[in-house]
């Protein structure tokens, strides 16, 4: 392991990264034949990329609008302030917030972008009065409602070395 916190993953464990971020339910026969080995070294390789945090975690891809939560709201926000007191007040209140699945501090013109999901514009309506619109320290909330969704993974293809592929 490195000063970063990081060590070296070989080409296999790449492969290996690579199909559980497609198929993070894989059986261990299954992902060996996938990336050449056998049950018992893919499973070790992956307890070991585990161990190590290369693997965060497993989850499962939920399908929100068959739930009933179509609309998927990008949501800027700017602060009043940018001092420490209010991004810790923000950030604070922001994780209790139902309707929010991801929320970053980022640079630029905007403080935080995040991704708000509701069933209609009706919720959303609420969502803003009663979630965004108390936040401490907002300045400006900019809306854009998601048209359509083009392109969602995982992982970018350049982490595992590869190519985009054409799908």
Known sequence: ??????????ATDFRILRELSADGRASDVNLGERVHLSSTAAARRRKILEERGAIAG????????RLGFGIVVMVAIELSSQAEQALVE?????VKCPS?????FVSGDTDFLMLVHVRSLEDYDR???SELSTLPHVAKIRSSFVMREVMRRTVAPIVFGGPVENR
Do not use: H
Not at 58 to 65: E, G, R, S
Not at 90 to 94: K, L, Q, Y
């Open 1 to 10: 392991m490195d000063e970063s916190g990081s060590y070296s993953i070989d």
């Open 58 to 65: 497993y989850t499962a891809k939920i399908d929100l609008p």
């Open 90 to 94: 923000f950030e604070t209140a922001v």
């Open 127 to 129: 969502v803003y009065r």
């Open 100 to 104: 929010m699945s991801y929320c970053s």
